[in-house]
């Protein structure tokens, strides 16, 4: 372990990474919960679990994704921490002195570093995202709606469209094929999606027109959040609007498992109404080049309130193979990324 100003960090070896709000009241990220790290450890990531105590007292605890490149490099992922300043310091001790290159970090704070060398880089989570209220009534949630969301929820339930909760990677993945040659997008492959419905807090939800699917999501429901993770439409019947009453039934059943907030997990960035390229809908503007220009429409829809994270950070603990490791990633550019669009 490592002592940064009388704080000890250690690496914890069993499940006691907290799942309560943080002292502020804000929710802990999915990110960062047991749970998560142990879908990755499945995936095949390796994991890292760190501990802040002081004065024998646990303060603050930290997952962390280990990745290993070219040229030794070694560095860490962290995928949306809530910290401050003082344990960042205390971390970045602890990185150094085990030997790694940089973090990458990804906080769901600003943070408020000095005598750090950093340098931005992407966010590989969702940059932005569109959350909506669950706490109060849903008739109140479906009235704040546009008129056309309403409509199209309206239409599915008149056509006969159905909802049914069951897992099933094969139908699942068959519409996600659809989607992504549709839109042209990145997507994780299909033993990640595999490994993700095998979880215990996974779901997903189907919507069918008599024996048609239409559309499916995978969704993840923890801290008192319903995440939509993933979804994939057909290109069947697509005038049935199955994925808006499919959302909508997700709602109703996230309300009645006493979540608080609806995550669509994934949005365009926000503008002004007078700014060039502006396209808006139901009180909010994006970038029609936007790359999540396709979705924000259908999400902002459903009414809702915009949330920025942070720029995504690396902080850099060794100058020399930092560089080279940069020289070797120049020529890489968002077409890795999942949820992009392959330029």
């Not at 250690?10 to 009241?25: K, L, N």
């Not at 030997?99 to 966010?123: A, C, D, M, S, W």
């Not at 897992?167 to 992504?180: A, G, S, V």
């Not at 439409?233 to 808006?244: L, T, V």
């Amino acid at each position: 372990h490592t002592n940064h100003n009388l704080m000890i960090v250690e690496e914890i070896e069993e499940q006691h990474m907290r799942q309560q709000a943080y002292a502020d009241g804000s929710q802990k990220s999915f990110l960062q919960s047991w749970e998560y790290g142990e879908f990755l450890k499945i995936i095949g990531r390796t994991i890292l679990r760190l501990e802040i105590k002081e004065k024998g007292k646990t303060v603050h605890q930290l997952q962390c994704i280990e990745n290993k490149g070219s040229f030794g490099v070694h560095f860490l992922y962290l995928p949306h921490p809530q910290i401050n300043s003082a344990y960042l310091h205390a971390y970045i001790a602890y990185a150094k002195k085990k030997g790694y290159t940089f973090l990458r970090i990804e906080p769901t704070n600003t943070l408020n570093h000095t005598n750090i060398q950093t340098t931005p880089t992407k966010n590989r989570q969702p940059h932005h995202t569109w959350v909506t209220d669950l706490t109060g009534d849903l008739e109140d949630v479906l009235k704040n709606m546009h008129s056309k969301t309403r409509y199209n929820i309206r239409l599915a339930n008149k056509k006969g469209v159905r909802i049914e909760e069951k897992k099933d990677i094969n139908l699942y993945w068959d519409i996600h094929e659809m989607t992504t040659k549709r839109n042209k997008l990145v997507s994780h492959d299909r033993a990640y999606c595999e490994a993700l419905l095998s979880s215990s807090h996974c779901r997903q939800f189907t919507a069918y027109h008599e024996e048609t699917p239409l559309a499916s999501t995978i969704m993840l429901e923890i801290n008192g959040v319903m995440y939509y993770l993933f979804g994939a439409s057909s290109n069947e019947k697509r005038n049935y609007m199955g994925p808006y009453l499919l959302h909508w039934h997700m709602m109703n059943i996230a309300k009645k498992d006493n979540c608080h907030t609806y995550d669509w997990w994934g949005m365009a960035k926000k503008v002004e109404e007078e700014t060039k390229n502006a396209t808006c809908f139901h009180n909010f503007c994006w970038d029609k080049d936007d790359e999540l220009n396709g979705v924000a429409r259908f999400k902002a829809g459903f009414s809702g309130k915009h949330i920025a994270y942070p720029d995504a950070e690396e902080i850099i603990l060794n100058k020399f193979k930092y560089t080279l490791h940069t020289l070797k990633n120049k020529i890489r550019n968002n077409k890795n990324i999942v949820g992009h669009q392959r330029q």
